[in-house]
Every structure is written in structure tokens, then in C-alpha cells.
């Protein structure tokens, strides 16, 4: 094997980053010929970084020339403020509301401009809630994804409120100006009700988790049942374990 | 600055993953000067390398010269199976365990020689489980380590029995003989009880799960003050939470 083929442009960590990038929630596992294509780099490149990630646990061998991602980095994930942290901190809200409600429960941050799921907690049958734990959809589009929204920083919000909005389902608000008073209606009330917008059947009752005043760390969100009928009887739980969490944020460190 | 450093005996992917290697529990946030310290780098190597990392999302800077571990990792970390989807599938049944106890639940795998904990459900006040969701703890001092080892390879169970054991508390196992019998035990009757062996004042319950007969994937436990005194109320929940999740784990292919 050549070893040395030259890729101008391209340091060899980002070689290394672009092999762990093609990995994704719907390619959890991946064969050399696989990442090969995906990447675009020299077979004998992804073979000797492939090594070297499998040696350090990055990756795990699964199998016949099976890659996966390993153990080693689920664990350093693991000490991402954003991701477990702010979830360790939420969890116990996030037990008491899904004991209270038995209904889906999801804690949900900001990245860049999508919604990212961070926890989700769910009873064994769930009734077509797409939400995937490190997954990411429409912030325009989902519950949590629009209080957010409501609270990101002025550019954030302009930036997709000038950008076209995409069509979920019928429900999704597309309409720019529409958008913009749900956001003023989420500010005033510290809440946000949604229906259908995601997903046909499910709606759901979102708050905002604030790691001090005006700055929002996180929301949180119940997705029940449309057919349930009026969402108001939620609200206060919603809205109480959103409290709980913003205040065990404070004294912490983590969000300073 | 150089750039152009020459570190003999490390390729460039060994020297940023030892900069990630230098985030832990302990230190989730670091300057440059720590991670020169902590991998021994040219602090130019360090500071490039740190750049592209940031640029990824592997990393994110956070107030004046900090960096702690990004949301991309912790998204791709969360595609670790033996990590998140076995924790996905497990979820449901360790909710039931902890809403029928609301006592300490764990889900707890083996990593090489030690008990890698990959969730924790627990209550707002916590009676000194010292466990975290991420971190590591001895293999036989703790309930579920003792379960992971009593069905782990014949060759890791010999390489640990035969180096020595520590003591944790006055209580931990450090005989071989001893823990040899306890082994065995636990394979006969397919839990383990413990006491007081990694934290005086916890005792717990644990089984293993199995991802097809005779292979483990995980152990689970309940964890509760010793002063509860029989533990022999909570086996049936613990050892049917662990056969529903082995179940649950077969269909799956995940874990071919």
C-alpha cells in the first residue's frame, strides 16, 4: 500500500475527523469500503487512521471489517457540558415530570441552527414521536426547537426568519411573520404550546431552562397524544420542572 | 511560533487524541498551559491541533482560554452501542425498576479490566453511591462488576484473581479464593447481593443481561442504604428488569 499519497489541503487530523463524520445515526456501522467513498480519501489513508482510532478506542472492530464507534468516545462524550451535564443536572426534573405525565419527556438544546435532542425519556410504546437522543430537527418545526428560538440571541432569530422555513407537516408554521408572533407569545408567557407541527398525532407542551436571567441553557418539552385534547393541564408541570432545572444550574460552575 | 516541531515516535492523530485524553471527570475544563502540561506537547502543536478540534466541534471555548469537550462529540459518542443503544433499549425497563424502588438504578458494562457505568437513575438526594454516568470503578468491589465478571471470559476473570485486589472498604473482597466461590455463586443463582463493598452504607442487587445466552452485554443494579436490611425483596425486579432487557436486546441487531 502507497501510505504516502498526497492530499493537498487536508491535514491529517481532518482526514481522521471526516472518518469519525461518516458516521451518523442512520450509518452507525461501517465497513473500509464505505468510509473510503464517503471520505473521498485514499483506501491506504483510512486503513492506517482506522488503525490508529481502533487502537485508542474511537472506533471498535465489529465483526468482518465492521467499524463502530467505541466505548472510549462515548465516555469523553460524555464530559460535554452541553450533552451530560446539563442532563445530569435536568434528570431528576425530567423522572418526576415523566412520573407525573407518562408521557414522552425530552430535554433539548441550541446547535448552531437546529434543535439537538439530549435526553428523552419515554414509556415502552411510543406513539410516533421521531425524536432520536443525539439526533436534530427543525428548531421552526418543533416545540422546544421554537422556545429556543423565542430566546436566542437577535441575529440567530433573523438569520432563520429570513431564511425559507421548510413544510413538515401542514401544521408547521412556514410563514416568517407567523413565526415571529408565536416567539413574541413564547416570551410573554414562558411557554409554548404545538400541534401536529413535527409530527401528525403529536403535540406537545415546551418551557425554557435559563442558566441565569435571559440566558437560555436548554428547553424541555412533554409530547403527549393530540387526541389528549387540551394542553393547559400540563403547562404547570412543564413549566415548574423548567424552574427546578434553571435553578439547579446556578450554583453550578458548569455554565458560566 | 515553530509549527514545524519535530516529536519523534507520535503521528499527528496520536497527539491530538492525547490532547482529548487529557479531558476526565476531574478536568472537563483546560487552558493550553494544562494540556501542554498533561501531554507533554510543543505548546504550538498544541495550539494548532486545538484550533482544528474547535473548528470540528470535538472542542468548545469557553470564556477566556478554556476549553471543554463539544456537543459533536457527544453526538457521535452517543452513536457508541455499547454505550447509548444499549442504554436506548435498556431505558424502559430500568424506569420501571427505578419507579418501582426510586432507589439508585445503574446499567453498568465491562471495559477491559474495569465497571464502565453507562446510566444512572436516581433520585434528588443521593444516599453516597459514588457512581457517575462515564466513570469507571473496580470490577470487584462493586455488584454489577462482580456480575460482569462472573460471566466475563475465562482469561480476564484469571488476569484479575491473580493480581491483587483492592481494598476499597473494610468490606471489599480482596481474597481470590473467596471471590472465586462468590463468582461461581453468582453464576448459579443469576444475581449478586452486596454490602457495603465499594461505599459503606450502599448495599445493592444485580443480574446480568445477556445479548444472547452465555454472552454478557451488561449488568443492572438497584442500589439502597444497607440499613434497609433484606435485599431479598428487590431480586425478583432486578433479575426480571434484566431477563426484559436481554429479550429486548435480541431482535437487535446491534449486538450480532
Redesign the interface.
Known sequence: MAGNTVEPGR????R??AI?DS???RR??QTLAMIVRDTGLAPATVHR?LA??VE?G?L?R??RGRY????R?????????????LR?VA??FL?DL??ATHQVVHLV?R?EDQA?YVEK????PQVGVVSQ??GRLPLHATGPGKVLLAYAPAEVRERLLNAPLAHVTQATITDAARLRTVLADIRATGFCLSRDEMTVGASSVAAPVFSRPGEIAAAISVVVPSRTGSLAPLVPAVRAAALGISRALRPDEVF?
Chains 1, 2 share one sequence.
Open positions: 491535514t491529517v487530523l481532518s481522521a475527523l469519525l458516521f451518523s445515526e452507525p456501522e487512521l490508529e482510532l485508542w474511537a471498535e465489529h465483526g463502530r464507534i467505541g466505548l468516545l462515548w465516555q469523553l462524550g460524555a464530559l460535554a457540558p452541553r450533552g451530560r451535564r445530569d434528570l431528576p423522572e415523566y412520573e438544546v446547535d439537538l425519556l419515554s414509556a415502552r437522543v443525539g458560566r
